[in-house]
């Protein structure tokens, strides 16, 4: 089985551009979540997606958003970036059943923001 | 989302048991105990999760106070590789998919 892809894996932009990180999900999974580590801490929440639709949110504002498409692939967007957005970007995809979560994560998008 | 308390870092030697402690006194008792581990440059990577017994898998296992309120990850025979920083969550599972990291413990093993 593949595992989470994520793409690009490093990319720099500057202050008040926008950015588009991809994320293809691992086969077999449904339930796709976006996370923000900042150097030297653990990931931070962003939000979740299940059947194409958001449910669940961080305290992350309105210029963070996403998708999810038909085939469970994922996309997060940033506009108006910050240099506080400068992070890594981790995608975690599972297969949304009952009983304990088991996340499978991706390497990361490196953004840096000038 | 209930707290854990983890020691910032710890020291092994190759080849040697390591013991991961983590501390989560209002624990709830639908909360499941996973564990995570980020080697450096990856993203998180799962290790086990618990509810209540011990749990051994092929990676580790996870001692479980009787209370919950504490939990121990051992690596049995630590390698190089193992050195990475192990993130200890509490998760109740179900359509709670969020998952609330600490620093964890960075975990160093000598050769």
């Known amino acids: 089985e593949t595992g989470v892809t994520q793409s690009p894996t490093h990319l720099i932009k500057t202050r008040g551009q926008q950015v588009t990180l991809r994320c293809s999900s691992q086969?077999?999974?449904?339930?796709v979540s976006w996370y923000q580590q900042a150097l030297g801490q653990g990931p931070q929440f962003i939000f979740q997606y299940y059947r194409e639709e958001e449910n669940g949110r961080g305290n992350f504002p309105p210029r963070f958003s996403g998708l999810q498409f038909p085939n469970y692939s994922s996309e997060l967007n940033v506009n108006a970036l910050e240099l506080d957005d400068s992070a890594l970007y981790l995608c975690?995809?599972?297969?949304?059943?009952?009983?304990?979560?088991?996340?499978?994560f991706g390497a990361g998008s490196r953004l840096t923001v000038l | 989302d209930a707290k854990t308390t983890q020691p910032n870092s710890m020291e092994s030697n190759e080849e040697e048991p390591v013991h991961l402690p983590c501390n989560h006194s209002t624990i709830s008792g639908t909360d499941y105990i996973h564990w995570y581990r980020q080697l450096p440059s990856q993203g998180p990577e799962y290790v086990i999760h618990?509810?209540?017994s011990n749990v051994n898998n092929r990676m580790a296992s996870l001692a479980i106070a009787e209370d919950r309120k504490s939990s121990t990850l051992i690596l049995h025979r630590a390698t190089l590789r193992d050195a990475a920083v192990y993130y200890c969550i509490l998760n109740s599972g179900g359509s709670n998919y969020k998952l609330t990291f600490g620093k964890g413990t960075l975990l160093t093993v000598n050769p």
């Open positions: 086969s077999g999974h449904n339930t």
């Open positions: 975690a995809s599972s297969n949304r059943v009952t009983g304990a979560n088991v996340l499978t």
């Open positions: 618990g509810l209540t």
